[in-house]
């Protein structure tokens, strides 16, 4: 083994730094030597220990290991690691900026922080296997002791070339280090240049893993390079293979007769419309309506049949799998389906025939439904309405199907005012969006929120999807349990909730979160309050950042924000895996009922849930650069904003009239030494005692802003 000389410590100041240098060195001898007995005095001998200081310090080291259960005494003064399997935990590592990681395990409760120090060579999103190595009251600490698997084995980064090799220098700075490259494997990179680059094996011995690249993708800057940089990141593809390509071609656009007679409910001759964003290009859900002779409505939500043209086990539907989404960036789509099928054959475009599989309910005046039906269809949208222009006919507008419209909107009113009384969570969205130029440039941002128009068709896909979901799922109403895909939400973490109330009793409100029951009635009832202050995006923000994550599971716990007991996904399988799933699943039930699902419908639910996650963080990343790109020619200018964030690093702030956030770096805060007190949700001074807090009004000027860290740094203006 090699050894590492260490000297007496002086006297710097530097101890700290010292024991945690040498505890990691010791961890490793032992990590090394896993079968071997070792004495104290072997110990220094290996790591060539001479100093008297030094040699006390190591024994002081072993003695903690000892209390930790990272070793084990084996006699009076010796020392081996201890193999206890209860000690070592398998899960995924997520590294933060700084170098530390947290892995979370199933079944745990708390995830494990890991010291830098301790991740060994793991990366960020890696399985990996731990050693507990000291339990606390709020969190454990373990060590990584083995990378089982890779999330990813490719990156994005920015070339630096040196003399005799080069580094790719990864945009993600979680990824957790640099990738060395030798010159002969740069492929045609140059300094400067933003490649993908290949893992190729990562010595024992060495800091960084070594690597090649793959394809040198242009130079930074460019909005191309950026949002590709964004999607490869994240692990998703942003070309379709040419066999699905290829596969997807052979789709056409015409529909079969006999199929419409023998297979399907025809409903071309009945009005139906869409609406949707006005620059949408995939129509997954239509409405049609018509009114019944005993006074009822039918209202049915079409939406469209991918299941038909994309079947199990083709080509593009592995593809599909995989990408488990679409995404979508500031300026383009990434479709989870060739454009054949997503814009073109599946899309439900006006004044064409279309395949579709639908939910139809028989609805009185007061949305009591008295009567429901799911099956394949084949319809033909009269009309494509744009949410705008749908919104003005709700307002009063004279229009196509305005009748029509209005019943709709009354009985949305109606389904929402019952979920909201039942205890689901009224959040009403708000997003940042841009508009571009014809370059691609970012001109202007605009905050797009939720209006009656996009209420309406919310809550008939809301319908379809709970609808389906009982009809699969209730046990009361069938015999057999069918395989499904539930989207379950749980019910909200009380602590994450206890932070929450601390953080709204700084604008002065109290409210009671006692009980879990409570706890969306509560924060319904404060938003009803404040949907006209200033601070409503700022304290809405944060009541959904307190609440879990919904996610894809077979099991089906309900979902909490909906206040449903069942609900699925179904209404948008031309974006969504997990709609095409229970689209075969509940055809499967309505034909032959035989399921083909099985144990595998758990992983696959693991992995749409993981994909979602990338696609959000891809979306997020997206707009951040497109803050960044739009706030670049306004350094120097102020603004008004409101204080949105705060971390132990500095504050957030977003700026009232364009809604893009920037930071306050916490040593640029003027005027006195700054620290955060996170129990108590504020950054004080601790000279001047002067706070800052949520919600405060502050004017900022903009002095940096930084493209490739997709960051926008501000100061206060005094």
């Not at 030094?54 to 259960?69: C, D, G, T």
């Not at 090799?165 to 060395?180: E, K, S, V, W």
């Not at 394949?376 to 009309?383: D, G, L, Q, V």
């Not at 696959?604 to 979306?619: P, Q, T, W, Y």
Request: hydrophobic letters at 35%; a negative charge; aromatic letters at 8%.
């Amino acid at each position: 083994m090699s050894k590492k000389k260490f000297h007496k410590p002086g006297k710097s100041g530097k101890d700290n730094k010292l024991k945690s240098s040498l505890t990691h060195v010791v961890r490793k001898i032992f990590e090394k030597n896993s079968d071997s007995v070792l004495s104290h005095k072997q110990v220094c001998v290996l790591m060539d220990v001479r100093a008297v200081e030094v040699r006390k310090l190591v024994f002081e080291i072993l003695q903690e290991l000892l209390r930790q259960n990272f070793l084990k005494n084996e006699g009076h003064g010796i020392y081996k690691l201890n193999g206890n399997e209860t000690n070592i935990l398998e899960g995924i590592i997520e590294l933060t900026q700084r170098g530390a990681g947290f892995v979370t395990v199933e079944d745990e409760e708390k995830d494990i922080f890991i010291a830098p120090h301790n991740v060994g060579q793991s990366l960020n999103g890696d399985r990996v296997k731990i050693r507990i190595t000291q339990t606390g009251k709020n969190r454990n600490e373990g060590a990584v002791i083995e990378v089982v698997s890779r999330e990813r084995s490719q990156f994005v980064g920015v070339i630096e070339v040196h003399d005799k090799f080069a580094f790719l220098i990864p945009d993600n700075t979680r990824m957790g280090a640099h990738i060395y490259i030798p010159k002969e494997k740069l492929n045609g990179a140059k300094n400067g240049d933003k490649a993908l680059a290949k893992i190729t094996v990562w010595p024992k011995t060495a800091d960084n893993p070594f690597g090649e690249v793959v394809e040198v993708l242009g130079a930074p800057g460019s909005n191309d390079t950026e949002m590709i940089s964004i999607l490869i990141n994240q692990g998703i593809n942003y070309k379709f293979p040419q066999e699905v390509l290829a596969e997807a071609e052979l789709v056409g656009m015409d529909l079969d007769e006999e199929e419409i007679k023998n297979n399907r409910r025809d409903f071309r001759a009945i009005d139906t419309f869409t609406i949707d964003p006005a620059d949408a290009r995939d129509f997954d859900d239509a409405l049609s309506f018509q009114r019944l002779e005993n006074g009822h409505f039918e209202v049915g939500v079409h939406i469209a049949d991918v299941s038909h043209y994309v079947r199990k086990g083709t080509a593009m539907d592995k593809e599909a799998y995989e990408r488990a989404n679409s995404v979508y960036l500031v300026d383009r789509v990434i479709p989870m389906l060739p454009e054949q099928l997503s814009n073109m054959a599946c899309s439900l475009r006006p004044n064409e025939d279309k395949y579709s599989f639908s939910a139809v309910f028989e609805m009185d005046n007061d949305g009591k439904i008295y009567n429901e039906w799911f099956g394949k269809t084949a319809i033909h949208s009269n009309r494509r309405f744009s949410y705008e222009e749908a919104q003005e006919i709700i307002e009063g507008a004279d229009g196509d199907y305005k009748d029509e419209i209005h019943i709709l909107d009354k009985l949305a009113k109606l389904l929402r005012g019952r979920r909201i009384k039942k205890g689901a969570l009224s959040i009403e969205s708000e997003e940042i969006r841009f508009q571009l130029d014809e370059t691609g440039m970012p001109v202007r941002t605009i905050i797009k929120t939720s209006k009656d128009a996009h209420k309406l068709i919310e809550e008939f896909m809301l319908l379809a999807n709970k609808q389906v979901a009982i009809f699969l799922g209730d046990v009361t109403k069938r015999k057999e349990v069918v395989p499904m895909i539930y989207r379950v939400h749980d019910r909200p973490d009380l602590e994450k909730i206890a932070l929450f109330k601390v953080f709204i009793e700084k604008f002065g409100h109290k409210l009671d979160f006692s009980h879990p029951d409570q706890i969306a009635q509560s924060i319904n009832t404060l938003l009803e309050a404040l949907k006209d202050e200033n601070e409503f995006s700022l304290i809405q923000t944060m009541a959904i950042r307190s609440m879990a994550k919904a996610v894809y599971d077979t099991e089906n716990i309900g979902h909490y924000g909906l206040a449903f007991d069942y609900y699925t996904h179904f209404t948008s399988p031309i974006r969504r895996y997990a709609d095409l799933v229970v689209h075969r699943i509940l055809q499967e039930e309505l034909t032959t009922k035989r399921h083909q699902f099985g144990n595998d419908l758990s992983a696959v639910g693991k992995h749409i849930s993981k994909m979602e996650r990338r696609a959000v963080e891809a979306e997020r990343e997206s707009t951040k650069y497109f803050q960044t790109l739009y706030m670049q020619d306004k350094i120097g200018e102020e603004f008004e904003g409101t204080v949105s964030g705060l971390a132990d690093f500095g504050m957030f702030v977003k700026m009232d009239d364009n809604g893009c956030e920037g930071m306050i770096p916490m040593l640029d805060i003027p005027g006195d030494r700054y620290f955060f007190e996170a129990d108590k949700y504020r950054i004080i001074g601790g000279r001047t005692k002067k706070e800052f807090n949520f919600g405060d009004k502050i004017t900022v000027r903009v002095y940096e802003v930084h493209l490739r860290k997709r960051q926008i740094n501000l100061e206060i203006v005094e």
